[in-house]
């Protein structure tokens, strides 16, 4: 299979800072990709780089063309970005926002609301709770499920694990990791929880300052001697 | 897998206390306007007044809430429609017709101001947009003038001059039309937010901009509907107000700070609230001015903001104010 994401030599700055430097990365259809690293590696901004909300250069091809434009070009092509703080819409119902994250999309949402459904049963009872009294937990997963609305061929997921509890972090994956399998999702994850990163996904980039000091299959990751010290800790 | 069971309390809007007194202030008006048929007369006039600055302060709340600025020029936007309006007229176009072709002559005036004046600077500063919305207010001011002339003009009365008799209660024909056009926009208006596709994406561009772009939103073409909207329901207050004021380039002036009054007591952020506030602040206006013997018309705006004055001091977010509740 060949790789639906496609980063080459991209660039990133905000305003006069440089983020990125020729970063170079490859997703492949229905495989799982994280990006690990420290605070300020780029890795989050690897993922604004892809949607186009933040200034880039390089080369950039999903699904064989170019990625072009801002957030709203990118979501049109058929990539659903989970951002920092989950992009929830506090201040609305839970059932508007997996409205929004159909938004793309004609036609009705009975089909999809379903399958939310199977994923998510908690959601049909709090579907007309406002979104912001929901729990970090529960936020995470209103946003795993509106990316879902999306019909998305690649999430974006930037931190699902930010503070989670252990338990709660292990349901999210276990999720995700559903996602890809049943529905053929290919996943690009960001993550500081390199262990759980690297049990999740196939192949792993390692940020440091900007560029992409390692990569390769997880588990070939996993047992690398500067991985284990800096990131897994052992 | 059931994570959490809490039921959580959402706010929405007024809290009890202030429901329960717009509720008390609500059957205090029936009560006396059963046994007093001027306070009746009163208080419908009051409504009809108060419909016009809701409808004023909702453009006002309108864009506040999508671009986070007070359009001072909101008024004269109005005013400016309501001359398109007369032309119409004068043109031959019957009033009747003349009203949604100057309501979408309206929704595309407000678009282009948006995209040339607005747009530009949005994210630069907000002391630039309101220096711009007060530049919008003069030129508006000055064009009008120079076109049509500073004195009055006069336009066919849209609901004539009958009155209607209700046991012994006089009600003007033209009171009860304001009032019922009003409404109906902003129903329709409510509806298009609540109900449709367009109306969530356009809360959820105004809210949230960044991640309303990430689910695909046009957030500037959000933005832009929304300086549309406004500009219509001002043309609808533009043309509610010309039968009591005539046309007049200073004609809207005093109505948008009735106006400004009305949405910062319903909250500014609230469009339930500014309604409620512009409808209490016409029926308070208005009888106050007939109960009260030395609150003579000189005084009206100046107790109008007394009034503000005293519900902030009370409650500083207005009466309609919204504490997010947020977990994080």
Sequence with gaps: ?234 | MRLVARKTRVSTGASVPVLIGIAAVCVFLVIGSLRSDIFAQQTVAGLSQGAVFASLALALVLIYRATEVINFAQGEMAMLTTYIAYQLTIWGVTYWVAFPLTLLISFALGIFIYGVFIRPVQHRSVIALVIITVGLFILIDGLVTWKWGADLKFMQAPFGNQVYHAGGVAFARQDIGVLAVTIVSVVLLWGLFQFTKLGLAMRAAALRPAAAALVGVRVDWMLAVGWGLAAVLGAVAGLMTEPTQFLQPTMMQAVLLYSFAAAVLGGLESPAGSVVGGLALGVFLNLVGQYVGWATSELRLPIAFVVLLIVLLLKPNGLFGRKQVRRV
């Design chain 1, 1 to 234: 299979m060949g790789a639906l994401l496609q980063l080459e030599d991209v660039d990133a700055r905000y305003g006069p800072i440089q983020a990125l430097h020729g970063v170079s990365l490859s997703v492949a259809e229905g495989e799982i990709a994280a990006v690990l690293g420290a605070n300020g590696a780029g890795k989050t901004t690897t993922l604004r780089a892809v949607s186009g909300t933040v200034r880039r250069s390089g080369t950039l091809t999903f699904d064989g063309r170019p990625l072009r434009g801002g957030a709203e070009a990118t979501a049109r092509r058929g990539i659903a970005h989970v951002p920092e703080g989950r992009g929830t819409f506090a201040e609305l119902t839970v059932s508007e926002n997996l409205r929004l994250g159909a938004y793309t999309r004609r036609g009705g949402l009975k089909d999809d609301t379903a399958r939310v459904q199977q994923y998510f049963p908690w959601i049909e009872e709090r579907k007309s709770q406002q979104a912001g009294t929901l729990s970090g937990g529960e936020q995470q997963m209103l946003a795993l499920a509106r990316a879902f609305m999306q019909r998305p061929r690649m999430l974006l997921l930037d931190e699902p694990s930010l503070g989670l509890a252990p338990l709660l972090v292990t349901e999210i994956f276990r999720i995700i990791r559903e996602l890809n399998e049943h529905e053929g999702l290919t996943v690009l994850v960001v993550e500081q929880n390199a262990h759980i990163a690297l049990q999740l996904a196939s192949t792993a980039y390692v940020l440091e300052v900007g560029r992409v000091a390692l990569s390769g299959p997880s588990n070939e990751l996993q047992q690398h001697e500067s991985v284990r010290r800096s990131y897994l800790g052992y």
